[in-house]
């Protein structure tokens, strides 16, 4: 039965990387040459099983390859979306040459995490446009994760950049993430930003737009947050453009806002 299931995962491991050679190859040999072939190969890599581990990296890493670059095609698709929509606050120079979008739920471990990293993003950048695009893909699970992002947006539409980007640090100065957020946390963070609780119509009239920042993170094929774009606000392309899905470095970030203004 070892050999069995050893032989059955060498064939699941190896089909993806070598179907193409395989039906290049097979129409060479009888049937019962492929079958000595196969018996063969099955011996070896019962012999070698360190080789199905670097297989499945290697055709991990293809995969990883293709859905970064997938990505990437979309975000240029999907520039204007990204960098130039009127509901999704942002902070920074409205004429920036260089915009950085983070999409992000308050309730996310590792939006948490970036979130310092990211601040000292923004105040080492100061000629950047910064666009923080509210995803509360937690809500389900945790009801705070959509009322701090609707209110949010209520105080983007009302106070502007400045409100908005110390309410957004001052909830995640908290430090309460993964269904710790509380309502008094959130009016806490309303406060810090010397603005005042949205109405109910206030927070319905954000549906919209979280909803467009939902719609657009599952385009560019993002499945979890944080995520990250770092591209011109003209002249976009793949060469200029980063993707970063997932918590990355201060130095990562760096890299691609440098890459996004003509460097290497």
């Not at 957020?181 to 979280?210: N, W, Y």
């Not at 793949?238 to 890299?255: D, H, I, R």
Request: proline share 5%.
């Amino acid at each position: 039965m070892k050999r069995q299931t050893m032989t059955l995962l060498a064939s699941l491991v190896l089909a993806p990387t070598l179907a193409f050679a395989a039906d290049s190859a097979t129409a060479d040999f009888t049937p019962a040459q492929q079958e000595a072939i196969g018996k063969i190969a099955a011996d070896y890599m019962l012999q070698h099983p360190e080789i199905l581990v670097q297989v499945s990296q290697k055709l991990q890493a293809q995969q990883a390859d293709q859905q970064q670059q997938e990505t990437l095609s979309a975000v240029l698709a999907n520039s204007k979306a990204l960098t130039e929509d009127p509901a999704t606050p942002s902070y920074g120079p409205k004429d920036a040459k260089v915009a950085f979008v983070e999409f992000f739920d308050y309730q996310c471990l590792y939006c948490s995490h970036m979130a310092p990293v990211v601040e000292q993003t923004v105040k080492a950048n100061p000629n950047v446009r910064f666009v923080f695009k509210e995803w509360p893909i937690f809500g389900d699970r945790w009801k705070a994760s959509i009322t701090a992002a609707e209110t949010g947006m209520a105080i983007w539409k009302e106070k502007g950049a400045q409100a908005y980007f110390d309410y957004h640090n001052s909830i995640y100065r908290t430090g309460h993430d993964e269904g710790k957020l509380t309502d008094a946390d959130i009016a806490g963070a309303v406060k810090a930003a010397k603005a005042t609780q949205p109405t109910d119509a206030q927070r319905k009239a954000t549906h919209e737009a979280i909803a467009s920042n939902d719609e657009l993170a599952r385009t560019l094929g993002f499945s979890g947050t944080p995520g990250f774009v770092v591209m011109p606000t003209s002249g976009a392309t793949a060469a200029n453009t980063t993707v970063l899905p997932g918590a990355v470095s201060a130095e990562e970030l760096q890299a691609a806002i440098v890459k996004a203004q003509g460097g290497k």
